[in-house]
């Protein structure tokens, strides 16, 4: 079973940065294509962010575009959501999930019947 730990949640003000950090158990960040998800209470989980194993190609969320940007690094063998500018609109709980697949649109936009992690908690204050 594919296991992530995210972590690098906060509490933050309207047009700060957080860092996100999602850490793979037992396997090398460069196996899976990683993608971020958020989910606030009485909505559906949604993709914000998603790159290939490869970094070939990636999926980033109009509403994201231009302030998220995803990383990875195989030496510290952990993926991150760099958030820049967040918004009131941007709080949630933070997944991450690992997935053998290069369709990131897909990976993003199909979010049913997976096995998800404990997720990190993000709070936007104005």
């Known amino acids: 079973q594919v296991q992530l730990v995210e972590s690098g949640g906060g509490s933050v003000q309207s047009g700060g940065s957080l860092r996100l950090s999602c850490a793979p158990s037992g396997f090398p960040v460069d196996r899976y294509s990683i993608g971020w998800y958020r989910q606030v209470p009485g909505k559906e989980r949604e993709g914000v962010v998603c790159?290939?194993?490869?970094?070939?190609?990636?999926y980033y969320a109009d509403s994201v575009k231009g302030r998220f940007t995803f990383s990875k690094d195989g030496d510290k063998n952990a993926a991150y959501l760099q958030m820049n500018d967040l918004k009131i609109e941007d709080p949630g709980v933070y997944y991450c999930l690992a997935v053998n697949t290069q369709d990131m649109t897909r990976l993003c936009t199909f979010t049913g019947g997976r096995s998800w992690g404990q997720g990190t908690q993000v709070t936007v204050f104005s």
């Open positions: 790159e290939s194993k490869d970094n070939s190609n990636s």
